[in-house]
């Protein structure tokens, strides 16, 4: 291993985070003892200096839009910011670069995030590092539980992926053909009328716990590829025009059941492909206690292990995106001003790795 140079070397980054209701502020440091190493793959010593969150939450049975999503975020985020800035005990000339999401998610909420970032790293005269979503919760992932190089499971409420890397890239082997996951478990909790706090797919793990009958539910796999959104119109028939024979607990035990159990089918096929025993579950929907029985089952099978994170790393955070972003950083990465724009279709694959070998 040579690094450029072999003083201690450290990174502190500032992550914001917006693409959906989910408003998050992160500070990480990255330390680097021997100095930053240029042909071995990047493994610093991650502190966490600071992670806060706020949530817009919609009353029960709405959605959220846009508009209203950037609205809360532009209210709220020179609060949490400060927030940060105080849990992290620095100031902002201590702060190396400003990392922010550039994608993908929704419009409107990306914007205003994005123009904090533009206006902070102006200000303050510091770079900014444009960081893919999905990316930044592989990354935060694969530091908080040591997963060395798993099959990554990534679901939420707009991306449903099944991920391996190779040669400096995060490849999709298989995803949603329609909806996310996420989506469908939003879109039925409305229809059921379920509170939005703390999240909607939260409150249907909650149902499902007490449900005991299971419902057949239309299953699609094709290949490696999901559909769900058969699955949704199906379910929301039963729950409007038989409600007298199938319990709202039932519904949801039924839908998680099924959509889960489909989700262990792709991943165990990539895990296969690979010859890999690790499987990482990331994002908002790992959060869900059943979802990880299921998959722990099935890499027990396999002689394997899952790798899952807690609410404060699965559901969306600033601090994801500062790690994803000091690892970019590290390597030269920057995002010029006129450059950063923001963009809510940006996939997985398309982000070059280079902090990996």
């Known amino acids: 291993m040579t690094a450029a140079n072999s003083e201690p070397k450290t990174i502190i980054a500032l ?20 100095g930053i190493p240029t042909d071995t793959e990047l493994q610093p010593e991650m502190i966490e200096l600071a992670n806060v969150r706020d949530t817009y939450n919609p009353p029960a049975g709405e959605g959220f839009l ?42 409107a909420p990306l ?26 919760h592989i990354e935060m992932g ?30 999709i082997f298989g995803e949603t053909l329609d909806i996310a996951i996420g989506n469908c478990l939003d879109r039925f909790a409305r229809v059921l009328k379920l509170p939005n706090d703390p999240s909607p797919g939260y409150n249907i ?16 796999v094709k290949g490696m590829d999901v559909s769900f959104s058969g699955i949704l119109s199906f379910i929301e028939q039963l729950a409007k025009t038989k409600a007298d024979q199938y319990t ?7 839908l998680q059941e099924t959509m889960f159990a489909m989700l262990v089918e792709i991943t165990e ?37 899952v790798f899952a994170t807690d609410m404060r790393y699965c559901i969306d955070n600033g601090i994801m995106i ?16 006129h450059d950063s724009w923001i963009t809510q279709r940006f996939r997985t694959d398309q982000v070059h790795v280079e902090w990996r070998t």
């Not at 992550?15 to 021997?34: F, Q, R, T």
């Not at 149902?207 to 699609?220: D, H, M, N, V």
Request: proline content about 4%; some cysteine; charged content about 15%.
């Open 322 to 337: 500062a790690q994803a972003g000091a690892l970019a950083f590290a390597r030269g990465f920057t995002t010029p001003v």
């Open 142 to 171: 694969r530091a908080i539980t040591g997963a060395d190089n798993p099959i990554v499971l990534y679901v939420s409420g707009g991306n449903t992926q099944v991920i391996a890397y190779s040669q400096q890239t995060y490849r």
């Open 15 to 34: 992550g914001l985070e917006g693409s959906a209701n989910k408003l998050g502020v992160g500070i990480v440091k990255h330390v680097y003892p021997a």
């Open 66 to 107: 846009p508009r209203d999503v950037a609205a809360h975020h532009r209210a709220t985020i020179i609060e949490l910011l400060n927030q940060a800035l105080a849990d992290a005990k620095i100031t902002h000339q201590e702060l190396d670069c400003i990392c922010y999401t550039k994608g993908p998610g929704m419009g």
């Open 205 to 220: 793990e909650q149902y499902a716990k007490r449900g005991s009958k299971y419902i057949e539910l239309p299953y699609t």
């Open 248 to 254: 709202p607990e039932d519904l949801c035990y039924s």
């Open 269 to 305: 096929r990539a895990m296969a492909h690979i010859g890999s025993t690790e499987v990482l579950v990331v994002g908002g929907v790992g959060c869900n206690v059943r979802l990880q029985e299921m998959m722990g089952q099935m890499a027990i099978e396999r002689n394997g292990k």
């Open 111 to 136: 914007q205003a995030v994005a123009l904090v970032a533009r206006t902070l790293s102006q200000l303050w005269d510091l770079p900014l590092v444009g960081v893919n979503h999905c990316v930044g």
